[in-house]
């Protein structure tokens, strides 16, 4: 059985843990919330949907969520909709499949192998992800088909909408390590990252460019599935 690992995911949880250990290790700092907004361009200039924004810090942040324990991955016209999702560690995620044709959605991500024997409407439970990593989804039937989740730790994180916008809301003052992670992002193997000073005193903009042209297709694909022993 081959597996798909991708390197961001293992630093993504390495980042998660180090979260986790300055939250336990000092007092809840005092906080004034802001918004943070974070807008990505290509490299010629177009708005970059789409794409997973994670803020991960600061030190003494008090440990919470970001309160949304479910989210829905729907299957539509052969895709996953949306394509990218980013989730709280522990989140259940329903996998509706809203075609008329059925799908066998899996994944043989280190951190959340799974599998959804063939079907259509809605007649799984909703699959709960309890480890940071990102989890890249195929469908057995499609190979097309490719979707991602990206659990993080952090409760501060967003995707870019059609504008190119990420929106993450009540930030407390601090430093924050800013993670970006896109399927079609070549620059720095899909993953980003920067440090971005929040004052919490009004909304803060962080604008990003791309240096590379984007990826033609979405990377990393999901492991070539061998069902035997599954
Ligand atoms: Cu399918």
């Not at 949880?13 to 907004?37: D, F, I, Q, W, Y």
């Not at 924004?53 to 989210?71: I, K, N, T, Y």
């Not at 601090?174 to 000073?197: E, K, M, N, Q, S």
Request: with cysteine; charged share 15%.
């Amino acid at each position: 059985m081959t597996r798909t690992v991708d390197p961001a995911a293992g630093r993504i949880a390495a980042l998660g843990a180090a979260l986790v250990l300055l939250a336990l290790a000092a007092a809840p700092a005092a906080t004034s919330a802001g918004e943070v907004r974070v807008e990505l361009q290509s490299r010629d200039g177009t708005p970059v949907p789409g794409v997973a924004v994670v803020l991960e810090g600061p030190a003494g942040a008090p440990a919470r969520s970001s309160g949304r324990h479910s989210a829905r991955m729907d299957q539509q016209d052969r895709r996953f909709v949306p394509q990218v999702l980013v989730v709280d560690t522990g989140t259940s995620v329903e996998f509706p499949n809203s075609d008329h044709v059925s799908h066998q959605v899996y994944s043989f991500s280190p951190a959340r192998p799974f599998q959804l024997p063939l079907y259509k409407g809605a007649p799984h439970p909703p699959v709960q992800f309890p480890a940071p990593g990102l989890v890249v989804l195929g469908c057995n039937i499609h190979d097309e088909m490719v979707g991602y989740i990206l659990v993080t730790d952090s409760p501060f994180h967003a995707t870019t909408d059609a504008g190119g916008a990420a929106r993450l809301r009540e930030v407390p003052p601090g430093a924050y390590r800013v993670t970006v992670w896109g399927p079609l992002i070549h620059d720095g193997g899909g993953t980003l990252t920067t440090t971005l000073a929040v004052a919490g005193d009004g909304p803060q903009t962080l604008s990003l460019r791309l240096k590379d042209p984007l990826r033609r297709s979405p990377s990393p694909r999901p492991g070539r599935v061998d069902w035997d022993g599954y």
